[in-house]
């Protein structure tokens, strides 16, 4: 069975930073292009960048020069470095599969919470 754990969220004032690690097992990391979305309250979830199996990231333009994927194969665990923290950063971050037709069952998230 496949299970994305998600952690390393918290309290963090604007300008902080936090380090969220996404750990799988039951799959490969490495195999797979992987993402880090989060969902916001009343909002519907985004995605906010993604890692390919060769590495190559992308960012969405609301985080892109503050937020950096990163992965550790041999941990099976992806990370996402967020700098500059700001309030509308505020939201639960998830990982999973970034091809939509291939994304699996959603973790419990990580809450992140921006505030001074």
């Known amino acids: 069975q496949v299970q994305f754990v998600e952690s390393g969220g918290g309290l963090v004032q604007p300008g902080g930073s936090l380090r969220l690690s996404c750990a799988a097992s039951g799959t490969n990391l490495g195999f797979y292009h992987m993402a880090w979305y989060r969902q916001a309250p009343g909002k519907q979830r985004e995605l906010v960048g993604s890692?390919?199996?060769?590495?190559?990231?992308w960012y969405a333009d609301s985080v892109k020069g503050r937020f950096a994927i990163s992965r550790d194969n041999a941990k099976n665990t992806m990370y996402l470095q967020m700098n500059n923290l700001k309030p509308e950063d505020t939201a639960v971050y998830y990982c999973?599969?970034?091809?939509?037709?291939?994304?699996?069952?959603w973790g419990q998230g990580t809450q992140v919470t921006v505030s001074s």
């Open positions: 999973n599969r970034a091809v939509a037709t291939l994304i699996l069952s």
């Open positions: 890692i390919s199996s060769g590495s190559s990231t």
